[in-house]
């Protein structure tokens, strides 16, 4: 099975620390960050910190499921990298006292692939698959009848002998990861009977994940250091914790070892995140509209061949975050800097900056 890496860092199946009862599909070893990871990932909803309206929709469904003793909807998760969607599925899973094995679209490239881990399945049991946008058509179409009535479409033989095999599934439940929704097929998106999108979480629900990591980890941090991170952090649990370590190595070595307001600012700036929590990355992107193409709009590919970073990057990681908080707009005929962007990095608003129809000034 091909494995894929990218920032969402969930396509190698795994076993998780912290929760037995998950699967690998794949006996490779967890790297350091991923094994960090899973020892801070919440295990309850309860533990679960944000996301408050999709964590009461789930919990009527897990009540209902349990009650009618019927596997859970499939589901999709979407919206940014790093916002959960991977810790709500084994939540899920924990929470219904099932097994959830996890893999992603890359890693599905052979019909063998899919119904090789379809076949694996039990009863109540939950295949996640990330970046599902990115399935390929063959294991699309497998997954159709899988979803809808329990049956792998299987042919065997040739030509005029070709005959069509109904092979009966476990009655499992799909959960499926995007951050681009809109990529999804029609037929599949609409095989989801629970479809929700993520959202960024406020500072102060940040602010609670850090200290909860800091707990686990054994970091002294206080509530003000932990708010000036989580001001940092746009708005994405994963950053917070990758910056938690971070701002704990800083205070090892240049305070004493606890995180307070100025520790956590020293530590912040000296990793270049400055208080909007944007990165050299981000500046560097909206500096070079600003500067090379008046402001925009200039094309994603345009941008990402200047700055020598993956289109997909830019738009999955980098773009979301600087679109949420408008420092950048999306156009028909690409991405521009606002105004608040040019004030943000000090720059002059030029006179005939207009949005749209409207002349802003
Ligand atoms: N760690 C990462 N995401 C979290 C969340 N939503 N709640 C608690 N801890 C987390």
Redesign the pocket.
């Known amino acids: 099975m091909a494995i894929f890496s990218d920032n969402e860092n969930i396509q190698k199946p795994l076993k998780l620390e912290r929760d037995k009862k998950s699967e690998n599909l794949e006996s490779k070893e967890i790297g350091y960050d991923r094994a960090f ?1 899973n020892n ?3 295990q309850t909803l309860e ?5 408050s309206a999709l964590k009461s929709t789930l919990k009527i469904s897990i009540e209902a499921s349990q009650k009618r003793n019927k596997q859970i909807d499939h589901m999709l998760f979407y919206g940014p990298p790093g ?2 969607k991977t ?2 599925a084994s939540v899920i899973a924990n929470e219904l006292k099932t097994k959830i094995k996890i893999t992603s679209a890359p890693a599905l490239e052979r019909p063998r692939d899919i119904i090789g881990i379809l076949m694996s399945l039990k009863n109540g049991e939950i295949l996640f698959i990330d970046e599902i946008h990115r399935l390929n058509k063959v294991t699309e179409e497998i997954l159709y009848p899988a979803m809808e009535d329990f049956f792998l479409d299987m042919t065997t033989g040739k030509a005029q002998t070709v005959k069509t095999l109904r092979v009966p599934l476990p009655r499992f439940t799909l959960i499926g990861a995007t951050t681009k929704a809109g990529a999804l097929s029609g037929p599949l998106r609409d095989r989801f009977g629970i479809i929700h999108r993520l959202q960024f ?1 406020t500072i102060d ?1 940040l602010s ?2 850090i200290s ?2 800091a707990k686990i980890l054994d970091i002294d941090i206080d509530d003000e250091g932990a708010k000036t991170i989580a001001g940092r952090s746009r708005g994405t ?2 950053i ?2 990758r910056l938690v370590k971070r701002a704990a190595d800083y205070a090892l070595v240049k305070a004493n070892g606890q995180i307070n307001k100025q520790v956590a600012k020293d530590a912040l700036d000296n990793l270049h995140i400055d208080e909007s929590g944007l990165d050299s990355t981000d500046r560097e992107m909206m500096k070079l509209i600003i500067e090379k193409y008046d402001g925009g709009p200039v094309g994603l590919e345009t941008i990402a061949a200047a700055l020598g970073e993956d289109s997909r990057t830019i738009e999955d990681v980098y773009e979301p975050y600087l679109l949420q908080e408008g420092f950048i707009q999306r156009t028909p005929r690409g991405r521009r800097v606002s105004p608040e962007g040019y004030r943000l990095l000090g720059y002059k608003i030029p006179s005939g900056y207009t949005t749209g129809q409207q002349s802003l000034f």
């Open positions: 990871e801070i990932r919440p533990e679960y910190i944000g996301q916002l959960g810790t709500l979480y629900e609670q994940v909860r990591t649990p994963r917070a914790n």
